[in-house]
């Protein structure tokens, strides 16, 4: 794990890389941007969701119970987790897409390094607390260094103009231009109240701290309105995650999941605790179902019944993917699998795998429907 002083060199050495890329070929420069304002607009009402998937991730080979604190302040959102912070791997799958080390651990709900686009939505402004990390991404930066490359490349001032003339300013990637930030070099009173109340919260026992500035009304209730869309359920299908707390003024939940072999009580040993019978299959998908691109070849597929008589109400009725998706299921239990979605996670994609994904849920739910 890096020490402070190596994180700010290496990040140093990532933002010179990126100079010499874009300065070598300004396509590159064109595509991150477009990229990156395609990936967050796809993700667009899931950013929650993927801040959820990145901490549960973070539990994986974590020793210590991994928990999850939601807070929403007049300032801005935090969201943070115990569990491995961001390693070197990490922090590349946010400059270069498509480049996550996550790709290769079957143990990890999210592996192309995406969805954490998907904050963009909300804000121009990102600081990573993790470890001694201390990174941000800002467009205010980005479109410094944008500037420097303008007086170094005629090549880039003039795709510049292009952008200018269309009403576009700063077409550069914001993710592709990370600073290292310390409390001597913040110069913005506002930048410096998110740090320090990350750092804050970082104290209070977590790994890392996601801090997202929000600069208005406006996105503050996107957010609170994305808060609102959480349900307890979500935490069933999750691999790691055993605490999700939420602080927010229109809502305030602690939400535990005691997970079991075919089981799973959510707030133990609370009045209002749910119990859950877990039916499970996993296994390998056979080679002529893959594709090229696909580096999991493995499925999983559970099914969640509630065994309480008072809790059949069942709060969503849409298939989960880890999380629920837009897919109806119409049916008085809950059920994830493993099916290759589109790209905003909402879908599902027409694929071989799909269909043998399918045959194995089917054939599950029949098993399950035996025994109950």
């Known amino acids: 794990m890096l020490k402070s002083g190596e994180w700010k060199d290496w990040l140093e050495e990532r ?26 607009k796809g993700y667009s009402g899931r950013g929650l969701l993927e801040l959820i998937q990145n901490a549960d991730d973070a539990g994986r080979n974590y020793p210590e119970p991994n928990k999850l604190l939601i807070k929403l302040t007049d300032s801005g959102l935090f969201v ?15 400059i270069v897409s498509d480049n ?21 939505n909300w804000t121009s402004s990102i600081l990573i607390l993790s470890g001694e990390l201390s990174a941000e991404f800002d467009e205010n930066f980005s479109s410094e260094f944008l500037q420097q490359l303008r007086g170094e490349s005629e090549e880039i001032n003039k795709k510049v103009k292009e952008f200018e003339e269309q009403g576009i300013s700063n077409p550069i990637a914001t993710l592709s231009v990370p600073r290292f930030l310390s409390k001597e070099n913040i ?36 957010v609170q309105n994305e808060i609102n869309s959480l349900f307890k359920e979500i935490v069933l299908f999750l691999r790691h995650l055993e605490e999700i707390e939420i602080v927010s003024p229109e809502r305030k939940e602690h939400w535990r999941v005691d997970r079991k072999r075919n089981e799973a009580i959510v707030n133990p040993h609370e009045p209002n605790s749910i119990r859950w019978k877990i039916f499970e299959d996993k ?10 691109s696909q580096t999991k070849n493995k499925y999983e597929i559970k099914i969640a019944v509630p065994t309480n008589s008072e809790s059949h109400d069942v709060s969503s009725q849409n298939l989960f993917v880890f999380f629920p998706t837009e897919v109806a299921f119409p049916f008085p239990l809950l059920a994830h699998a493993t099916f290759k979605v589109t790209e905003n996670r909402n879908h599902l994609m027409k694929s071989d795998v799909n269909r043998f994904v399918a045959k194995k849920l089917a054939a599950l739910m029949a098993e399950s429907a035996e025994e109950l």
Do not use: H, M, W
């Not at 933002?15 to 300065?23: A, G, N």
């Not at 390693?87 to 590349?92: C, F, R, W």
């Open 15 to 40: 933002l010179e890389q990126r100079r010499d890329v874009y300065l070598r070929d300004s396509d590159v420069l064109i595509s991150d941007f477009n990229r990156e304002i395609d990936r967050s």
């Open 80 to 94: 943070a987790n115990t569990g491995e912070p961001f390693s070197q791997g990490g922090v590349k799958s946010l």
């Open 100 to 120: 996550s080390p996550k790709q290769f651990r079957p143990q990890c709900i999210g592996y192309l390094g995406l969805g954490f686009r998907s904050v963009l």
């Open 187 to 222: 110069e913005n009173s506002k930048l410096r109240q998110i740090y320090e109340t990350g750092q804050k919260i970082k104290g209070e026992g977590y790994d890392t701290v996601i801090c997202i500035s929000l600069n208005n009304s406006e996105k503050r209730k996107q």
């Open 283 to 292: 296994g390998g998908i056979p080679p002529e179902y893959l594709d090229r």
